[in-house]
């Protein structure tokens, strides 16, 4: 079976791609919860294509990562098919997934992103591209539409190009964040389209997954999983954790954030987990206004000594990276690395 159908087969959701937050430390993290899968931050086939190493490292594996899946954002197949076969021969991925969601300016203003909705042929082009270049799957990730809801001729077309999965963001790009996402149309999608549909938006706790899982939808979570990456656990029956298990998740992230990146790089791009991880928990919310002003593991171990047990294992050793070959920081995009904030 193909990739995507086999792993939506076997149930859960999927941790949806985020620009500044799913990179490998907390795409790991996510999966050891039991995402189906996860997916990159996106990757801009043009860099790819003209041989950017930055750009390249966003797309990096954590060691023994398995199923990875690389997001590009393309306007042009043969960039895409090109920036494809070097990822492919670089980290071995899964799968690939063509963003058309995208609504910043700098993304659409290239062709790429939402604005790839209003041109379905050359959409299916790129799929085709990636596909017939790599030989691996590819799925989609679209929204409603650019303004206007226009997913149905898109998704008719990337189907009849191969592609193995569509998700759907269920706003407009002009939505950006606003409002509802509007699940109706993926429902609609998923009941006539042979390829397993993926839903996204406002995805929140276990009882939202149900309820659109209950659409006949499969469901992907962005924001929901950031400070609760057990999120993926809890939709498959798991309790959340108590806070001594939530404070040993949030300080194994710092020590994959400082293996990864750095320990000043990776527990700087930590804080935009930090409330998030304590929030829900009155012990450490107590402990926010002292967390978010530290600059190494060793302070944040110090300041949830008191609450985290040891963490059950030691991340494993990231590949050894330069500071020129480093992936970027959420905080620090380089050339390469374009971010779709919203
Ligand atoms: C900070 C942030 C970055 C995002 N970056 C991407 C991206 O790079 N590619 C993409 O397809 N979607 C991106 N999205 C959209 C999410 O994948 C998701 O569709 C959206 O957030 C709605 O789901 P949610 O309500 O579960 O967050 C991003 C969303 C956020 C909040």
Known sequence: MEFFAD???RGGAVLAPMAGYTDAPFRRLC???GSAWAVTEMVSAKAMA???RRTELIGAPYPGEPDLVIQLFAADPDEAATAAVRLRDAYRPAAFDLNMGCPVRKVIHKGCGVQLMRR???AAAIVRAIRGASGLPVSVKTRLGPDEVLVDEVADA????GAGALAVHG???AQKYAGRADWGPIAALAARLPIPVLGSGDVADPADYRARRRLGVHVMIARGALGRPWIFDEV????APPWPRAAATLLRHARLQAAWYGEARGVRSLRGHLARYVAPY???AALRSALVRVDTVAQIAAILGRTAPAAPEPPRPAPVRTRATMPRSPHDPGDGGTRCPT
């Open 158 to 161: 990337v189907v009849e190009a």
């Open 31 to 33: 999966r050891e919860h």
């Open 50 to 52: 003209r041989g950017d």
């Open 171 to 173: 706003r407009t790009g």
């Open 120 to 122: 379905p042929d050359r």
């Open 282 to 284: 009155p012990e450490g």
């Open 7 to 9: 792993r939506t087969a």
């Open 236 to 239: 498959r029956g798991g309790a």
